[in-house]
C-alpha cells in the first residue's frame, strides 16, 4: 500500500564511500539499477523506511543514463523521480521536490502527486514491491525483477496528459507536471479511506481511481487496490526501475556504483 552542498560530483563521492562500507560489511545483497529512458534529465529520490540505508537519497540521471546501487536485501522504503529541477541559490524542482534545497533528499519524502516505486526486501525470503498512485503520479515508472523469473510493475501511461482539470498540478508556465490522487485533491474520508470509510468494505473505487486504474491497471489507484497492484518475488533478485518506461533510451551512458 502506498508512504549540504548538493553538487552532484560531490554526491558521487558520497555515494561511491557508502556503497563501499555496505559491501565491505557483507551487506550489499540486492541490486537496484535506475535506467532514465524520457526525453529530459530525472533526479530520483529514495527514503527508506526500514532496514540499512540506502546509498543515495537523490542523484542526477541524464536522458538514456543508468545508475546501480547496492543495499541490504531487508531494505525497505520508495523510490521516485523528481523533474524540471534547477539549481540555483536552492536546488528545487517543479514536480516530486523533497524540499531539502539539495539533489540528495536526506530523508525526506517527495511532494505529492509523485509516482512511487514501493519495496520490502525479504533478505532471501519473499520481497514485496509495487507502484503507487495513491497520491497522484507525476512520471511513468516500471519496476523489473531480474531475471524473468517474476512479474513486472509498470505505470507506462503519460497519466497527466489525460489529468482531470480539478487534480492537475501545473507548473509557472501552465504545463501539468503531476496529476494528484482524489484524496490528495478534496481530503474527504470516502476518498482517503478514513474514518467511517477505514476498511476495504466501506472504501471502494471512485470515479477518479477509476481513471487512474483505466490507465495503469497494475499499479494502486487508491488505498485498498492490493489485489492487482501488490507484487511478490522470492528473494535474491536484482531489480531495475525505470523512468518512462514505454520509450526507449537516447544514449547510452552507464553510472555504476557497488
Not at 125 to 140: E, K, Q
Amino acid at each position: 500500500m502506498a508512504m549540504g552542498g548538493g553538487d552532484v560530483s560531490s554526491g558521487l563521492h558520497l555515494m561511491v564511500f557508502f556503497a563501499f562500507l555496505l559491501s565491505s560489511h557483507g551487506a550489499t545483497a540486492v541490486t537496484f539499477t535506475f535506467r532514465n529512458n524520457c526525453p529530459e534529465t530525472v533526479w530520483p529520490a529514495t527514503l527508506t523506511s526500514s532496514g540499512p540505508a540506502f546509498p543515495t537519497t537523490g542523484f542526477a540521471l541524464a536522458p538514456g543514463a543508468s545508475a546501480s546501487f547496492g543495499v541490504g536485501g531487508t531494505w525497505s522504503g520508495r523510490v521516485w523521480g523528481r523533474y524540471r529541477c534547477t539549481s540555483g541559490a536552492r536546488f528545487s524542482c517543479e514536480s516530486g521536490d523533497c524540499g531539502s534545497g539539495q539533489v540528495a533528499c536526506r530523508g525526506n519524502g517527495g511532494a505529492p502527486p509523485a509516482t512511487l516505486a514501493e519495496f520490502t526486501l525479504g533478505g532471501g525470503a519473499t520481497d514485496f514491491y509495487d507502484i503507487s498512485n495513491v497520491d497522484g503520479f507525476n512520471l511513468p515508472v516500471g519496476i523489473a525483477p531480474a531475471g524473468g523469473r517474476c512479474q513486472r510493475a509498470s505505470c507506462a501511461a503519460d497519466i497527466n496528459a489525460a489529468c482531470p482539470p480539478e487534480l492537475a498540478v501545473k507548473a509557472p508556465g501552465g504545463a501539468t507536471v503531476g496529476c494528484k490522487s482524489a484524496c490528495l485533491a478534496f481530503n474527504t474520508d470516502e476518498h482517503c479511506c478514513r474514518g467511517a470509510y477505514g476498511t476495504p468494505d466501506k472504501c471502494k473505487p471512485s470515479r477518479y481511481s477509476q481513471f487512474f486504474k483505466q490507465k495503469c491497471p497494475h499499479a494502486y489507484s487508491y488505498a485498498y487496490d492490493d489485489r492487482s497492484s501488490t507484487f511478490t518475488c522470492n528473494g535474491g533478485v536484482d531489480y531495475q526501475v525505470t523512468f518512462c518506461p514505454g520509450s526507449g533510451g537516447t544514449r547510452s551512458q552507464v553510472l555504476s556504483v557497488m
